[in-house]
């Protein structure tokens, strides 16, 4: 069985655009999660879509959104970049939702690395 | 203040020798995951502990969920130069005002001499 994919793997972007990174589950998951990765601040909760629906949600500003299709995959927005968007973007799925034991093991993806210059 | 600490922080050991990493939740853990992170990629899962005192493991690694579920341990035998990278322990689900999140540790970087 396929693993996570994301895409693109590298981006370079500079102050003020936007960006669009996606994300592909392993099949049969329905949860997308997307976190924020910084030598600073470490591994960071962006949010989790489940059944198209936005479920739980970390502490991000609003520049910072996401969406989940039909098929499970899911793309995160970042628009107005930042120098502080800089980061590695992960993306993990798993069977259930957040809170359901047994199938919210997260599988993560090999990430997309942003550098906003 | 971090809700999951892990120490140490960083690790070198010779080849050949154990080692342990610990993992210290300021809440009771209802699940407990430990992956391991190469440099500037995904993470890889390495297993779930869900119940106190439950103990699993993974060729030479082996992870602990202690009784009273607020700390994990995991422990590596006859360390190998391919145990090398970051070790991230993470707690779900993990409540605050009704809405769960995964939340993880600040990692630890292990380096394994030859």
């Known amino acids: 069985k396929a693993g996570v994919t994301q895409t693109p793997r590298y981006l370079i972007k500079t102050r003020g655009q936007q960006v669009t990174l996606s994300c592909s589950p392993i099949?049969?998951?329905?949860?997308v999660s997307w976190y924020q990765q910084t030598p600073g601040q470490g591994l960071q909760f962006l949010f989790e879509y489940f059944s198209e629906t936005q479920r739980n949600k970390g502490n991000f500003p609003g520049r910072f959104s996401g969406r989940q299709f039909s098929n499970s995959r899911s793309e995160m927005n970042v628009s107005t970049l930042e120098l502080g968007d800089s980061a590695l973007y992960l993306c993990?799925?798993?069977?259930?939702?957040?809170?359901?034991?047994?199938?919210?093991?997260?599988?993560f993806g090999p990430g997309t690395r942003l550098t906003v210059l | 203040s971090q809700e999951l600490e892990q120490s140490p922080q960083s690790l070198i050991v010779q080849e050949g020798k154990n080692l342990t990493i610990n993992c210290t939740s300021s809440k009771t853990l209802y699940g407990l995951y430990w992956y391991k992170q190469k440099y500037g990629e995904g993470l890889i899962f390495l297993m779930m502990?869900?119940?106190?005192?439950e103990e699993k493991s993974h060729e030479k690694i082996t992870a602990k969920l202690d009784e009273k579920k607020q700390q994990s341990s995991l422990h590596i035998t006859a360390s190998q130069p391919s145990h090398a990278g970051i070790y991230l322990c993470g707690a779900s689900p993990w409540s605050t005002s009704g809405t769960y999140k995964y939340i993880f540790g600040t990692g630890t970087r292990l380096k394994v001499l030859a």
């Open positions: 502990l869900q119940k106190g005192g």
């Open positions: 993990a799925s798993s069977l259930g939702l957040a809170g359901v034991l047994g199938t919210d093991t997260q599988y």
């Open positions: 099949s049969g998951h329905r949860s």
